[in-house]
């Protein structure tokens, strides 16, 4: 497994040097705003991403709620929490793009707004996860999930449902993309997932060592005689 | 540019910030396993 790991960081980390190669290199340069539209092949990877972290969160959760699985428990903290990673990239890197083509870091616009409940409500969800201290923190962490993850759907519709300044989506939405750029903008996805999907890996072995050892801890407290406690 | 570049570096800068978080979470489990050990 570990091989499997090294091998996959690898190839990840090859990956990513050609995407921010094609990125900053072979991507055309847009017309009307520059380069500055090359923060589009970081912003809309991390941005998915996010979302498919977060729908994983979703499932993880809707999982554990009926079977009381502790993998899943472990699969949906480790999903929101990278998903918050990512979520931070996205909310860095648009008002880095926003400054120079709008003029402004932030407007409360309702992609934006929501983005940024978004982000609040996992950010939440793993508060509730790190200083809870009631054993039904999971069920209540799972519920809370469920709630959040009704806040994806609607920020990635909110360019359809409402008038803002956001642009158009890429892809199945009113705005279009010339080849190459979608080219560089899929291999910097791929990039980006390969690279989720390490995090993942590694933080969910963290999990599971951790549970291991609180377990073992508990077990070593109780069999401890009475006279060295 | 300059916000080009500033968008790129802070990616990366985000994504080593958790990385570090990671690595010191394993180094405190491992800690811990070892003190567990100890105490057997």
Redesign the interface.
Same mark, same amino acid.
């Given at each position: 497994m570990k091989r499997i790991f090294t091998v996959f960081a690898l190839l990840t980390g090859i990956l990513l040097s050609y995407a921010?190669y094609e990125a900053l290199i072979v991507a055309p340069t847009e017309k009307t705003m520059g380069? /500055?539209q +090359? #923060?589009f092949y970081?912003?809309v990877p *991390?941005a998915w991403t996010a979302f498919l972290l977060f729908t994983t969160n979703f499932v993880a959760s809707v999982v554990y709620l009926i079977r009381r699985s502790a993998a899943a428990d472990a699969l949906a903290v480790v999903s929101a929490e /990278?998903g918050v /990673?990512f979520c =931070? /990239?996205v909310l860095? =890197?648009g008002p880095?793009?926003a +400054?120079?083509v709008w003029g402004i870091w932030w407007t409360w616009d309702v992609r934006l707004t929501s983005t940024l409940v978004l982000w609040l409500i996992y950010v939440s969800y793993l508060m509730l996860r790190r200083f809870s201290t009631s054993g039904e923190t999971p069920v209540l962490a799972a519920a809370l999930a469920i709630f959040g993850a009704l806040d994806v759907p609607l920020v990635y519709f909110s360019i359809w449902i409402f008038r803002t300044q956001h642009p158009q989506p890429v892809i199945g939405g009113g705005g279009s993309i010339d080849p190459r750029m979608l080219h560089v903008l899929l291999i910097n996805w791929a990039a980006f997932l390969g690279?989720a999907l390490l #995090?993942c890996w *590694? +933080?969910y072995r &963290?999990e599971v &060592?951790?549970r291991e050892?609180e377990e073992?801890?508990a077990l070593?407290a109780l069999l401890q005689p009475r006279s060295s406690r | 540019m300059n916000f080009l570049y500033a968008a790129y570096a802070a990616t990366w800068i985000i994504h080593i910030c958790y990385l570090v978080i990671l690595l010191v979470g394993y180094r405190r489990v491992r800690k811990q396993i070892e003190e567990l050990r100890r105490g057997q």
């Open positions: 921010l380069d /500055v +090359r #923060i970081y912003h *991390s /990278v /990673v =931070t /990239v860095v =890197t880095l793009w +400054r120079p690279f #995090i *590694s +933080r &963290l &060592l951790k050892v073992m801890q070593t | -």
